[in-house]
């Protein structure tokens, strides 16, 4: 997908218009997790045309001066973005700010589409024409409070959407991602992983819409890295706020097939993995937990056991997760890693055929049998996988309001059990037949 970033400086009215374009939509975007939360990054559709938005905005950048934090923003949306829209403020004119940005967007060589923001009635439409001597053509007269202007708006920007047609992610190839806190040791694993002996990297750089990606094979198999070199160069204020980094991972994880989320064996399980680690899950992709600097923790067998609990009583919902304990330090079972990430992509787009699926949810029943509630009893009708990444199924039902919580568990536990799809998780949807 594209991404579309906001950018203004403050009270031009950017997240108004934010929520104005994926506003009605955010409840059936259900797949980007964290989104609702965070309200900076989310799905959009104009004219069958997905693409992502990101609202600058919403990324603060500690307590810096306003200059310095619009100018890290402008900055995000230059690195991020395929095309930026640049709001301004109809009832204020030019400021000598939006000139700052203005400079900043200029420079940037991208596309930028000028939003004059808070025209709320035609009378003030003959008024727009100044901002033309910013030098980003037509402005677009729009009211984010009224949603006047957007589709003409939406119309333009879509136009410069970058065709992604010769670049087709190849379906041989396995595309994962590393996600975690900053200092968890990401870019030391990138580079352990890039040194393993039996792995063949290749530096096609720029010949890819992100020139960001590492390319690799290993044992005949292709693998790409995504947001390597994000990873590597560093040192930017921005890139340590905890809103970047999550939106970050979330462009990262949408392209994943796999997920790895790093742990740091040395500081321990923080509030902030588990909430990277939902992202990763509520995407559906597959994910191996990585537990890095092993090399800290004095070890015997019972310490990898209890360390082993301790994740799986924090991160309940990812128990079809692998964990790895390791240490890009000294590269204690890296060669472990690609091997994993293989079988967890397997699984993540295994299907499975529908007779044999019945087979096993007739056993299952025939072992437990459906519940009743208020005197009606859950009837299985049959069951049948509807989609991968990650493998989906609907089961028929007479009615599926009585599709109980712990039984929809049980039916998961099943169907995990007779075809061990570890590393991924499962989705089962209850229909009326
Ligand atoms: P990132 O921010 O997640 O990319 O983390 P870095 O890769 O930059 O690593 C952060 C720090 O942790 C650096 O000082 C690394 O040398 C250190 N580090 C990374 N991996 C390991 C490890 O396996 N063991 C130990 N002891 N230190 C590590």
């Known amino acids: 997908n594209s991404v579309v970033a906001i950018v203004g400086r403050p009270n031009v009215g950017k997240s108004t218009i934010f929520n104005r374009l994926v506003g009605e939509r955010i409840s059936i975007v259900e797949d980007i997790p964290g989104v609702t939360r965070d309200r900076i990054y989310a799905q959009a559709e104009w004219l069958n045309t997905r693409f992502n938005l990101i609202d600058t905005g919403g990324i603060e950048i500690g307590d810096e001066p306003l200059l310095v934090q619009m100018r890290e923003q402008a900055q995000v949306a230059i690195?991020?973005?395929?095309?930026?829209?640049?709001?301004?403020?109809?009832?204020?004119?030019?400021?000598?700010?939006?000139?700052?940005?203005?400079?900043?967007?200029?420079?940037?060589?991208?596309?930028?589409?000028?939003?004059?923001?808070?025209?709320?009635?035609?009378e003030m439409r003959a008024e727009i024409y100044e901002y033309y001597s910013l030098g980003f053509g037509e402005p677009f007269p729009i009211s984010g409070a009224h949603g006047l202007g957007l589709g003409d708006l939406?119309?333009?920007?879509?136009?410069?959407?970058?065709?992604?047609?010769?670049?087709?992610?190849?379906?041989?190839?396995?595309?994962?991602?590393?996600?975690?806190?900053?200092?968890?040791g990401k870019s030391s694993l990138v580079n352990a992983l890039l040194n393993e002996d039996r792995v063949i990297v290749s530096d096609i750089e720029g010949t890819t819409r992100d020139a960001i990606d590492t390319h690799l094979k290993r044992d005949g198999q292709n693998y790409v890295?995504?947001?390597?070199?994000?990873?590597?160069?560093?040192?930017?204020?921005?890139?340590?706020?905890?809103?970047?980094?999550?939106?970050?991972?979330?462009?990262?994880?949408?392209?994943?097939?796999?997920?790895?989320?790093?742990?740091?064996?040395?500081?321990?399980?923080?509030?902030?993995?588990?909430?990277?680690?939902?992202?990763?899950?509520?995407?559906g992709r597959g994910i191996v937990i990585v537990v890095n600097k092993w090399d800290t923790v004095e070890t015997d067998e019972k310490t990898m056991k209890e360390y082993e609990e301790k994740i799986r009583a924090h991160f309940q919902y990812l128990d079809y997760a692998p964990i790895v304990f390791l240490s890009a330090k000294t590269k204690k079972r890296i060669h472990t890693l690609l091997p994993m990430v293989k079988e967890a992509s397997e699984n993540h787009a295994k299907r499975i055929a529908t007779n044999v699926l019945n087979d096993v949810i007739m056993d299952a029943i025939a072992m437990n049998p459906t519940p009743t509630v208020k005197g009606k009893r859950l009837k299985v009708l049959y069951a049948t996988q509807v989609a991968v990444k990650p493998p989906s199924f609907v089961v028929f039902v007479n009615e599926p309001e009585l599709m109980h919580f712990s039984y929809q568990r049980f039916?998961?536990?099943?169907?995990?059990?007779?075809?061990?799809?570890?590393?991924?998780p499962i989705k089962i949807f209850a229909r009326k037949r």
């Open 79 to 122: 690195d991020e973005a395929d095309v930026i829209v640049f709001i301004v403020n109809a009832k204020e004119g030019i400021t000598a700010a939006d000139e700052e940005v203005a400079k900043l967007l200029f420079k940037s060589n991208k596309p930028v589409v000028l939003a004059v923001n808070k025209v709320d009635n035609p």
């Open 225 to 283: 890295i995504i947001d390597t070199a994000g990873m590597r160069k560093r040192g930017k204020v921005y890139e340590t706020t905890e809103k970047y980094s999550v939106l970050r991972a979330l462009k990262a994880i949408e392209r994943s097939d796999v997920v790895l989320v790093l742990i740091d064996a040395e500081t321990g399980i923080r509030e902030q993995d588990k909430k990277i680690a939902g992202y990763a899950h509520e995407a």
């Open 154 to 184: 939406l119309d333009e920007v879509v136009k410069h959407f970058p065709t992604f047609s010769e670049e087709e992610e190849d379906e041989d190839t396995i595309y994962f991602s590393l996600i975690g806190r900053p200092n968890v």
């Open 411 to 424: 039916l998961e536990n099943k169907i995990r059990d007779a075809f061990g799809f570890v590393g991924t």
